[in-house]
């Protein structure tokens, strides 16, 4: 049966990732796929996670199953990460979380968990929204659609449209809201407007899903949990997804939590029954390495502030390329204002090249971008960033 199937499309952000592998040029430069590169244009391993490690290898002494959850120390410490340690919502045991294959893991867990274990089975989606979101919600079985996000005349966010939307919603649907640096577009909402949005989620009776990938890659561990809080503030029952692929820099270890807040404590262990059950009969139990690095650093004072100084210099390192590019595309193309890019956060931002610039780039250049033009500024380094520009200009000319 197998010679009836026609080859499957290629991941539309991965699969430019293996073609910028079999390119030759030496120059070729990738902004397609999310992962933080240093000035050298390498991904490195944190010092603290090679600290944790050490510790963990020289310690370990079993190679049994983790339970179905995951470790119950890393639970405890995603939910700190995620509310701070005398949050209310965890003194009233209102959430409950569980170790995840990576964010998309958790994602996973929270789309089967809707799809079989509550009444709704619709989730809204953001335009534009990362490409994996509707691979993922698609395999669950969910209903989709999608709310504007993107305001493609200012580069900047389309509140009003995305309040009257909310407001067409059935009660009980699910929205996905990323919680911060917005894939692809690195567009926030401000404090006032997240008040906004989780006010008009709560009178809906939505159920939030925020996607929280990038912890720590605006501005710090706190700030960039302001939305989070906004909701928690005004809706009872949440589900987050985190992902520590890029605040830790462990991508392949494949780590992050599905976390469930519930009007009460009785609600949280009920859903904590019903998402084991939904790991269960997916990939049983998770891997432990990731979990035991995050957990070893957040619960060790000193390899905590380290893990937090060295997440600021990935944040600075990435605002200051935003900077970079921002300059020289000003003296490379001054007719044309890149100075949205400034003010977008996190890894990606619209750069608004259109798709056959964006072929044009790979094919003249090498330079690998994803077709809606989001360009990973982490990409970016001060090796790269005339090459970079030139070519761009070249193709906006
Ligand atoms: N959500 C968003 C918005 C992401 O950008 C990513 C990673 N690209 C994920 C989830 C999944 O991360 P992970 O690699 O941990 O599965």
Known sequence: MLDQLELAPPDAILGLTEAFNHDSNSNKINLSVGVYKNEQGVTPILPS?????????SEESTKSYLPISGLATYSQRVMELLFGADHGLLKAGRAVSVQTPGGTGALRVAAD???????????????????NHPNIFAAAGLEQDSYPYLDPATNGLNLE????????????DVILLHGCCHNPSGIDPTADQWKEIASRVQSRGLLPLVDFAYQGFSEGIEQDARGLHAICEQVAEVLIASSYSKNFGLYRERIG????????????AAALSHLKACIRCNYSNPPAHGAEIVQTILGDASLRQQWE?????MRDRINGMRDLFVKTMKEQAPDRNFEFIRTQRGM????GLTKEQVTQLRDEDSIYIVGSGRINVAGITPANIDQLCSAISKVIS
């Open 309 to 313: 100084a060295e997440l600021t210099e």
């Open 348 to 351: 990606f931002s619209f750069s």
């Open 113 to 131: 968990f809707i799809k079989t274990r509550l009444p709704t089975n619709k989730i809204w989606t953001s335009a534009p929204t990362w490409a």
């Open 257 to 268: 939590a599905l976390t469930a807040v519930g009007g009460d404590s009785a609600a949280a």
């Open 49 to 57: 996670v090679k600290e944790a490690e050490r510790r963990i290898l």
């Open 161 to 172: 449209g995305m309040l009257a939307c909310i407001d067409q919603m059935s009660a009980g």
